[in-house]
């Protein structure tokens, strides 16, 4: 009975041994960066943006109006009158704050769509060249990593498949 576990042992950790695997790595972010594509995906973003900054700009306006006319008429207003008063800047100071919260998460948003083609595009990319080289995993290049063989950096054969220019050699 040992023997025939021994053997199946040997068996198992012998084709372990030849199915070993070939890791690569590739730099996403680099690749994005030479991308031409790039260009109109942050013009468009920083059109969307625009809107947001405007309307912002139109609320910063209407409260500094309220605290002007606030700070202008104050000895006149009765108690109750500047509590109403400083309970509408209150207000307004709130609406702007959660409008520049939403604003931010939708320009996130915006910029997660408008990227979704590149990336779509790499990972098309990647994975054909991935089966041409015969790698079964690719890693994302990245400051965790303590030693990256340079031979098995993929990130060049990635951007040569998009037909994206290539950086010279030595820099």
């Keep these: 009975m040992k023997r025939i576990i021994l053997f199946i042992v040997i068996v198992i950790t012998s084709l372990q041994i030849n199915a070993q695997t070939k890791v690569g790595t590739i730099e996403i972010e680099f690749i994005v960066s030479k991308m031409p594509q790039l260009e109109q995906v942050q013009k468009n973003l920083e059109a969307y943006n625009s809107d947001f900054a405007n309307q912002n700009k139109t609320k910063l306006e209407a409260y500094q109006k309220l605290i002007d006319t606030y700070n202008q008429n104050i000895d006149s207003y009765n108690d109750a009158e500047k509590k109403v008063k400083q309970d509408e800047i209150i207000s307004a100071e709130n609406e702007i704050k959660k409008f520049q919260e939403n604003a931010s998460k939708l320009v996130q948003i915006k910029q997660e769509e408008l990227m ?56």
């Design 116 to 171: 979704q083609p590149l990336y779509k595009q790499i990972g098309e990319a990647l994975e054909s060249v991935a089966k041409e080289e015969g790698y079964s995993q690719v890693l994302k290049a990245s400051n965790n990593l303590v030693y990256v063989d340079q031979n098995y950096d993929i990130t060049l054969k990635v951007m040569a498949k998009l037909g994206l220019p290539l950086p010279e050699q030595g820099n």
